[in-house]
């Protein structure tokens, strides 16, 4: 098997004592697309957002068990240095309204006080969004505000924001659920095009999502992981009952 | 239903929606009576040598409200000066907490110190200001109108930021921006038109303010930009003026309302272009 980039072992979260995501396991390897599904309230945000420890900014929310990022325990570690090493694209396109394009790019170095000289930041922003395939659309306009742009340009920039970074891997919460099926189409590929670069770890509640882009696929139900494994394998023939009634759209 | 029941309920709809109109004209009125009496009394004296030159002594023809328009503008930047970072602070800091022992206090002494009557906070400012100071001051003026510009600000401060997105900061608390840089950089900047509208309307409604003046910034018929001695203001010369004996001088009182109205509601209608023109578009 290649080699890890993320591994999460027997970990649990809950809100005030409700316990959301049970004592999960799981891998992410490197340059690869998993995705991660289950149907609605199953814990699949949580899980994803306990990953660069945004879980912990919810009151009297909590976590137990380890998630190693290069074999380092990130809850040893510097939660702002997590999240500038994990990478995350919200459900939602949210670009900072009161900034161009161009400094929606960089807003990883600029609010965080990074400075960095022209060129170095011309090319960082010409390489992220040529990554997240934006670059055409925008060259001629990157000094206008992000929050003119079209849902799926949106989001394209906000992926470009969070590669400008350089994760070590980049957490997309259903990327697509907003966005109508041509823009969704347009992320897809622009996914399979990313892996050969980053490590993606990808919510999805949509089943042909997760057959199309992903390597690996981890299927939640209620909290727990059912079943994780080639996306292949775990489409074609499931191990667990459950999967393969939730494959063939029995719940969710 | 009967036809004659239908044409009852109908006549009785018309006449409520009458009534409705009818009272919502009435409520328009006493502002343009207002503002009809001003422009017809006030236009007479106005010119470039009123706004720019001092009162002269009683009987003399002429002179102006210099001193006070210069006051007002001590008083009114005094007044920013104090309550601006301290009432978008609060704000701040409510938006953030929205429950918790704190915010709840906060949020109910901003409550009563809106209602407190605006003479009680001139005592105050005396009390604190003039009498250590030995002097009545335009700063004690300044700090008596921050005090009643507080609210407007705090309140204004927590609504703005109270509907910027939660997604907002967590894009950038998820781009590793620690939380003091989040608030500095990314929300209050994306709150920065509404938090303007605020201070803004808080200006419009300390400007005309007499009472929390009378012991604190006191007046002056002589220029002074000193913030450490007492100042004019357009309200307390429209006082003064307006309640002397003498002809001369109430169309002075009526000049000097006629700048402050239209200062006011100057700022009122650049409070509205600002919060239509520079939307933030989330
Ligand atoms: N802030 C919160 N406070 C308390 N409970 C929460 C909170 N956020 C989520 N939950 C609960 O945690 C459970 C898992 O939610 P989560 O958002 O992780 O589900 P999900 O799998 O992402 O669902 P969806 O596919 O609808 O996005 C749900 O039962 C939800 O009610
Ligand atoms: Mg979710």
């Known amino acids: 098997m290649e080699s890890q980039v993320l591994k999460v072992t027997n970990f649990s979260a809950h809100f005030s004592g409700n316990q959301v995501v049970n004592n999960v396991s799981m891998k992410v390897a490197h340059n690869k697309v998993t995705a991660l599904m289950g149907p609605s309230g199953c814990g699949k945000t949580t899980l994803l957002r306990c990953i660069n420890r945004m879980h912990e900014l919810i009151p009297e929310a909590g976590v137990s068990g380890s998630i190693l990022l290069h074999n380092k325990d990130i809850y040893r570690m510097n939660p702002i240095l997590v999240r500038k090493k994990i990478g995350m694209v919200f459900q939602k396109p949210n670009p900072f309204p009161t900034m161009s394009i161009y400094d929606n790019v960089i807003a990883g170095y600029k609010l965080n006080g990074i400075s960095l000289k022209r060129d170095e930041k011309n090319r960082i922003v010409e390489d992220s969004l040529k990554k997240s395939a934006l670059w055409n659309e925008v060259k001629d306009r990157l000094y206008k505000k992000g929050s003119f742009l079209s849902g799926g340009q949106q989001q394209r920039l906000c992926i470009a924001r969070a590669l400008a970074m350089n994760p070590d891997i980049l957490l997309m919460d259903e990327p697509t659920s907003a966005l109508d099926p041509k823009a969704t189409s347009h992320i897809e590929e622009l996914l399979t095009e990313l892996k050969n670069n980053i490590t993606i770890l990808l919510v999805t509640h949509n089943i042909a999502q997760a057959a199309r882009v992903s390597d690996f696929t981890a299927f939640m139900y209620l909290g727990n992981m059912v079943e994780f494994g080639l996306t292949e394998k775990l489409f074609t023939v499931p191990e667990d009952k459950r999967t393969e009634e939730y494959l063939s759209g029995k719940f969710g | ?282």
């Open chain 2, 1 to 282: 239903m009967t036809d004659g029941k239908l044409v009852f309920r109908i006549i009785k709809d018309r006449l409520f929606q009458a009534v409705v109109i009818l009272f919502s004209f009435a409520m328009i009125v006493p502002l343009f009576l207002i503002i009809y009496y001003i422009i017809r009394n006030g236009i007479s004296v106005i010119n470039w040598e009123f706004l720019v030159s001092l009162p002269k002594p009683m009987g003399d023809i002429g002179g102006g409200i210099a001193n006070a328009v210069v006051g007002t503008a001590m008083l009114v930047i005094v007044a920013t000066v104090f309550a601006v970072p301290l009432g978008v602070c609060a704000g701040i800091y409510l938006s953030e907490n929205k429950k918790g022992r704190i915010a709840y206090s906060v949020r109910l002494c901003m409550e009563i110190l809106q209602g407190v009557p605006s003479i009680v906070i001139g005592i105050i400012a005396y009390s604190w200001i003039v009498l250590s100071m030995g002097t009545f001051s335009a700063l004690s003026g300044g700090v008596a109108l921050a005090i009643m510009m507080l609210p407007v600000i705090v309140r204004a401060t927590e609504e703005t930021l109270k509907l910027i997105p939660e997604n907002l900061r967590e894009a950038s608390l998820a781009l590793g921006v620690p939380y003091s840089r989040t608030i500095i950089k990314v929300i209050v900047p994306a709150g920065l038109t509404g938090i303007l509208t605020g201070v803004l309307l808080g200006i419009a409604r300390i400007a005309g303010e007499t009472a929390p003046l009378l012991f604190t910034a006191f007046g002056n018929p002589f220029m002074n930009i000193n913030i450490f001695k007492p100042v004019d203001s357009l309200p307390m010369l429209i006082f003064n003026y307006a309640t002397s004996p003498y002809p001369l001088w109430h169309a002075m009182a009526w000049g000097a309302s006629f700048v402050l109205v239209v200062l006011v509601l100057g700022l009122n209608i650049v409070t509205k272009v600002i919060t239509n023109r520079w939307k933030v578009r989330f």
